[in-house]
């Protein structure tokens, strides 16, 4: 079966800027994570969707940072305007709920650079 | 609160020598573990996983953990080291919270297989 998508895979912005990234889960898997993950620490989640619902988005920088996931499906996650801190890279991932017990699989990320 | 705390954030192993790289946790419940690696450029992917079923998990790649309740410990091992095991590891918790399971990551031990 086909993993998590994401693109795009690097991304180089000046602060201030904004940026998108896309996510596409593995096909049926209703939950959706998007984590952050700066250079030597573990990820950290920033957004948990359960189909198009919010399940837990409470260490997402909300006023510059949202996402959405119409449909159910695809997921964006935006950045506007972005910091030098939020140099890292931007992870998602996927799982079905029963299944594995919640494991989650990843897809490669998207490194963002902000200069 | 849930908590993982990775002892190591560098451990360096000769080819053929004993693994280990621990990991204690904390959790107000019973907790779901597991153990992801990381390649360079790449998304997270899962070694093993306990759930409460035996306390000894065989994983991938030749990679077992033990989950210790009395040390609240899930210590990563692997009898032999192969320089294709050279990546960052990162241990993981899972637990039923209010808001639905949430899973924490730690901060992430890199390993480093020497000829």
């Known amino acids: 079966e086909a993993g998590v998508a994401q693109s795009p895979r690097y991304k180089i912005i000046e602060k201030r800027q904004s940026v998108a990234f896309w996510c596409n889960p593995i096909s049926g898997h209703a939950t959706l994570y998007w984590y952050q993950q700066i250079l030597g620490q573990g990820p950290k989640l920033l957004i948990q969707?359960?189909?198009?619902?919010?399940?837990?988005d409470s260490q997402l920088p909300k006023d510059r940072f949202s996402a959405e996931r119409l449909k159910g499906v695809d997921s964006t996650l935006k950045i506007q305007p972005a910091k030098l801190e939020d140099s890292a890279v931007y992870l998602c991932?996927?799982?079905?709920?029963?299944?594995?017990?919640?494991?989650?699989?990843f897809g490669p990320g998207t490194r963002l650079t902000v200069l | 609160a849930q908590s993982v705390t990775q002892l190591g954030s560098h451990v360096s192993v000769s080819e053929g020598a004993l693994v280990l790289l621990r990991c204690n946790y904390s959790s107000s419940v019973p907790p779901y573990l597991f153990w992801y690696v990381q390649y360079p450029n790449q998304g997270l992917q899962l070694l093993l996983k306990?759930?409460?079923?035996?306390?000894l998990v065989k994983g991938i790649n030749g990679f077992e953990a033990e989950f210790k309740k009395s040390e609240t410990s899930f210590h990563l091992t692997k009898p032999s080291a192969h320089m294709s095991d050279a990546a960052e590891y990162f241990c993981a918790v899972s637990d039923l919270g209010t808001g639905g399971f949430k899973t924490i990551f730690g901060a992430g031990t890199r390993l480093f297989v020497k000829a």
């Open positions: 306990y759930t409460s079923a035996a306390t």
């Open positions: 969707f359960q189909n198009n619902g919010v399940v837990d």
């Open positions: 991932a996927s799982s079905f709920p029963g299944q594995g017990l919640y494991e989650q699989f």
